[in-house]
């Protein structure tokens, strides 16, 4: 895949604090199974943050339960490894009273789409400050192989021997049916392209959500080798690039195009150069209606992936509107003490002698 | 019993007052009563102003100098079908010129807006009471729809009261002829003209009131004007008709000098969180999902930005919890509050915050249960829940207040608590309390106690080899709390990461090993029961006392009225409030051992009782009952008595 993202590189704009990946690790024993996607996940986080340029007490990481959320505990920043699928919520509480922080979310597709549905859907439509970072293994791996709501129909696990029989989530779906301000979708073993959405997804104001496909190599093996092998690779992403034309294949033969007449993206082959039916990406488009269109191209099997950043687009953070009441309400009128005893007295008061 | 009997006769006595005098007037003479005491109760259709009324009452007796305790009672339903029984609400108000300790059992005078509120309330007057019945509503129509088959103002069913049937929705009318107010914005005001009634007829202030009308109305001054010319009439219609010839007078009560104000509990409980968290240095959040009958406390807070209050309206309890728990990780006072069954949802984050050891603030208004239960109506049941409801050994300290007024400084205890053992704590009001009001001696903020916090800036391990400590462990305790320390994001060199997995001592890394599990359980445990308390006081008055009745929270009032009947009916009985529930003061042992009998009052199936029994090996006796409705200090005062007289 190509570098996939727009957007300015990220951190304060100041000095370098000459920070390494190795700042970022810990003295915890990493105890995930041999093999795991979440291993190359926390590589490449480690080897973002000092491109962040954000001091590690300044940093902190969230998570749920789950294999995934044991993330925070291998991240050299303040962190908490919370309950199941509470993670936004708490987030939303330190990232809107801590507006210095960068506040990052570590969850899982049970921990974020199943137990946690409720807390994920309110965050993204508030806005809050927070890069989540959804490990997608299309399992519950922590609990040893349950399939989970991205799991696909049929799913034969040891809750289900005849196969699931439950629709699964399309997480770029729920997350822009939300109307999520920032959504990508990256892969596990792609360093440079998971790099690449962090890179973005950091530098937003407000919700980014970033669904990373993750190879559970016990439970779920080779869920994305669809996406990974180098001979399919090619005919199943969908590189998003902002900017450019969505065509992908070996020789660029796929394009996504837009119907005229209704409007409605699809995937076409042997689409020829300048056929003006290729739809240019643009992950600025204010109506989500686009990016989900996106998103739905996709299949169940992983066939026909859109990878890169659906959607990118600015609004007011919940932190910012929130802090920015606090501070004209001080404007407004002290809160000092003398305020509050003014406050206690009320308006009826009376003297007894 | 005869004793107890003459007390209570004592007190009707006194309620019907002696000392009567005339006052001359320019029209005519009307004649002046004093009394010691009143019950009112106001009541008419959810939509007919009847809290507003009872409010502005409140008020006027309070700037009047009285004491006073105030009862709200609606219904869940925002607006039943109006005339319905189920769509009646009523305010009662006590007041008097002593110190009193309950809005009364049974109300002296009532006022009735329509044949519901009549028929609702009739059964809980006292004998020989006065009714003011507005008649407007008293069609067959309106009477057959809940169940009277004849008139009951003709019928002779208030024939033992003393009865003022007017058309009070006429009145009001004639009042505004030629405001040029349709009919229907008109009648709206007659709440303000029985108001006004009731102002003469206990010879209330009214100035508040027209200043209050003026401010509420100042948009629409033809509204504003109404209601003033609504009150203005219903005062005149006592003073100048025959109607009424007699008035009355409750003189103030001699309350501690200081300056006072009225205040209902949920509003004390908010402006306690807002003093704690100013005297305590930390910017206060609290997050929480709207619940009867704690949502004021959410609508209260918001409006207090200016203080640095951040409130956040969740999208559930779970949500709610959580993000105070978020803020307090981030070194914010954390708060959350709810009813019972938002505090089910709770239950696992507290859990987590009880193992990460962080400051949290958990307020549940209580209400009616099991589940949806009774929302607007009181019950002291979730003690057990506060207690033991959650997974695994996770204790947590719980406190109580017992008044409107003292819900702030049961905040502020909440907050010490919290910050000072880094511990979640339950704050446990109900809604009897939590809408009930009192006069309130407003404190001087400077003279609160200091509850400053202090984050942890250095590391605090071993020192390396060169003499400097670079270690930080976050789970190194201080020797006397038991306490870790505070490290808020943002410290350099604090890193650490928390989570709700048994943590290693000191070093709060993850540990399964079973030594340190043991470890950790056991002190988590020492470190609540190690909270230091103040001592449980008894009120004994005597000293020769052989009965003691133990309460905690909104039961103060209840339980203090009716010991003081007891008393006067020449009973010993020692009285002592539990504001610590855990952990119990150190003292409580001793004290229940001092007595050959326990009593302990409830709303509930006697929970208090049980941990009492559990902890103390006393064998209390629980009186319990869960009416939604605080006890009848003279019900209480009959259960008393039993346990007085018998032998066993
Ligand atoms: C309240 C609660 N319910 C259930 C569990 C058990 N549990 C732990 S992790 C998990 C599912 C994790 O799946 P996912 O979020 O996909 O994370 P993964 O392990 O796959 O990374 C479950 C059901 C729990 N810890 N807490
Ligand atoms: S079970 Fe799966 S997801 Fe969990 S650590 Fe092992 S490989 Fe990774
Ligand atoms: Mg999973």
Not at chain 1, 190 to 214: C, F, M, N, P, W
Not at chain 2, 13 to 21: E, K
Not at chain 2, 380 to 394: H, I, K, P, T, V
Request: proline share 6%.
């Amino acid at each position: 895949m190509t570098d996939t993202v727009h957007g300015s590189p990220n951190g304060s704009g100041s000095a370098s604090l000459g920070l390494k990946a190795k700042d970022f690790k810990t003295d915890q024993e990493v105890r995930w199974c041999p093999g795991c996607g979440d291993y190359a996940i926390l590589a490449a986080v480690q080897g973002f943050m000092p491109e962040l340029n954000i001091a590690r007490e300044n940093v902190v990481f969230l998570s749920g339960i789950g294999c995934s959320s044991r993330f925070p505990y291998y991240m050299n920043t303040y962190g908490m490894h919370s309950i199941h699928g509470r993670a936004p919520a708490i987030a939303t509480g330190l990232s809107t009273s801590r507006p210095d922080l960068k506040v990052f979310v570590v969850t899982g597709d049970g921990d974020a789409l199943s137990i946690g549905g409720n807390h994920l859907i309110h965050a993204l439509r508030r806005n809050v400050n927070l890069t989540i970072l959804l490990f997608n293994n299309r399992i519950y791996g922590l609990t040893k192989g349950q399939y989970s709501p991205t799991s696909e129909q049929g799913k034969i696990t040891k809750s289900t021997p005849m196969g699931s029989v439950d629709n699964p989530f399309n997480p770029v779906s729920l997350a822009l049916g939300a109307e999520a301000t920032f959504v990508a979708r990256t892969l596990d073993s792609d360093r440079k392209h998971l790099t690449s959405v962090l890179r973005a997804a950091t530098a937003h104001q407000g919700t980014s959500l970033v669904e990373i496909y993750q190879n559970c190599n016990i439970f779920n093996d080779g869920a994305f080798d669809l996406l990974k092998d180098a001979d399919t690779r090619g005919d199943w992403i969908i590189g998003l690039n902002h900017g450019a034309e969505i065509r992908f294949g070996n020789d660029n033969s796929k394009a996504v195009i837009r119907d005229p007449a209704t409007g409605a993206l699809s995937v076409a082959e042997g689409v020829a150069e300048g056929d003006p039916r290729v739809v240019t990406h643009d992950a600025h488009t204010e109506d989500p209606s686009y990016a989900f269109a996106l998103s739905r191209l996709s299949q169940p099997d992983t066939r026909l992936s859109p990878m890169g950043v659906f959607r990118d687009v600015t609004r007011p953070s919940y932190d910012q509107l929130l802090n920015n009441q606090l501070d004209k309400a001080k404007a407004q009128a002290p809160g000092d003490e003398d305020a509050l005893q003014a406050l206690l007295r009320g308006k009826d008061a009376w003297s007894v002698h | 019993m005869a004793a107890l009997e003459f007390g209570r006769e004592l007190d009707a006595q006194l309620q019907l007052g002696t000392n009567v005098f005339r006052r001359r007037t320019a029209r005519m003479s009307t004649e002046v009563q004093q009394l010691d005491r009143v019950v009112i109760r106001i009541a008419g259709d959810s939509g007919d102003g009847m809290q507003l009324t009872g409010d502005r009452f409140t008020q006027e007796t309070a700037n009047f100098g009285n004491d006073l305790s105030t009862q709200p009672n609606f219904p869940a339903e925002i607006r039943a079908p109006a005339g319905t029984l189920a769509g009646v609400s009523s305010f009662q108000l006590h007041f008097a010129d002593h110190d009193i300790l309950t809005p009364g059992d049974r109300p002296d005078v009532l006022v009735a807006m329509n044949p519901a509120a009549l028929k609702a309330n009739l059964g809980d007057l006292a004998k020989g009471a006065t009714i003011i019945v507005d008649t407007r509503d008293f069609t067959e129509r309106a009477l057959a729809r809940i169940g009277w088959t004849s008139d009951p103002i003709t019928d002779g069913t208030l024939e033992n009261f003393t009865v003022h049937a007017l058309d009070l929705t006429q009145l009001t009318l004639d009042s505004l002829a030629g405001s040029g107010l349709s009919r229907k914005d008109a009648g709206r005001s007659k709440n303000m003209y029985a108001l006004g009634l009731l102002s003469w007829m206990y010879s209330r202030p009214t100035e508040g009131t027209l200043a209050f009308l003026r401010e509420k109305f100042a948009k629409k001054p033809e509204i504003a004007e109404a209601n003033i010319t609504a009150f203005r009439a219903g005062w005149n219609y006592g003073e100048t008709t025959e109607a009424f010839g007699v008035s009355y007078e409750v003189k103030p009560a001699p309350l501690p000098a200081g300056e006072y104000r009225n205040i209902a509990g949920n509003l004390a409980l908010a402006y306690g969180l807002i003093a704690g968290a100013q005297r305590a240095g930390l910017p206060l959040f609290l997050g929480a999902y709207p619940i009867t009958p704690a949502s004021d406390i959410l609508h209260e807070l918001s409006k207090h930005k200016r203080f640095g209050v951040r409130t956040f309206q969740a999208e559930d309890e779970i949500a709610g919890v959580g993000a105070a728990l978020g803020a307090a990780f981030g070194g914010a006072l954390g708060v959350t509050s709810s009813s019972g069954p938002g505090i089910a949802l709770k239950a696992e984050t507290i859990g987590l915050a009880v193992s990460l050891e962080l400051p949290l603030v958990i307020v549940d208004v209580q209400r009616g249960g099991p589940s949806t239960g009774l929302p607007t109506k009181t019950e002291q049941s979730d003690l057990l829940q506060a207690m033991y409801g959650r997974n695994g050994e996770a204790p947590v300290p719980v406190i109580a207040p017992q008044s409107p007024g003292d819900c702030f400084d049961a905040a502020l205890e909440a907050i010490r608590i919290a910050t000072v053992y880094r511990t979640p704590v339950f704050l446990l009001s109900d809604g009897y309390i939590a809408n009930g009001s009192e006069p309130w001696k407003i404190p001087e903020v400077g003279s609160l106690q200091d509850l400053s916090v202090s984050f942890l800036t250095e590391p605090n391990g071993e020192p390396g080899p060169d003499g400097t400590v670079t270690e930080f462990l976050p789970y190194l305790r201080d020797p006397d709390t038991l306490a870790r320390p505070w490290a808020v994001p943002g410290t350099p060199g604090l890193e650490h990461r928390l989570g709700g997995i048994e943590k290693a001592d000191k070093t709060g890394h993850i540990s399964y090993d079973p030594d340190n599990h043991e470890f950790m359980v056991r002190t988590r445990q020492a470190k609540v029961d190690g909270i230091i308390v103040p001592d449980l006081v008894v009120d004994d008055a005597s000293g020769d006392a052989k009965v003691l009745v133990l309460g905690w929270g909104s039961t103060y009032g209840p339980i203090g009225a009716a010991v003081r009947r007891a008393r006067r009916a020449g009973y010993s009985i020692a009285q002592a409030h539990l504001r610590h529930l855990n952990p119990f003061p150190k003292n409580l042992g001793q004290v229940l051992a001092s007595y050959d009998k326990v009593v302990i009052p409830e709303m509930n199936l006697g929970q208090l009782a049980l941990l009492i029994r559990a902890r103390y090996l006393v064998d209390a006796i629980s009186l319990t009952q869960v009416r939604g409705m605080p006890f009848r200090a003279a019900d209480l005062a009959d259960m008393l008595q039993g346990v007085l007289t018998s032998d066993d």
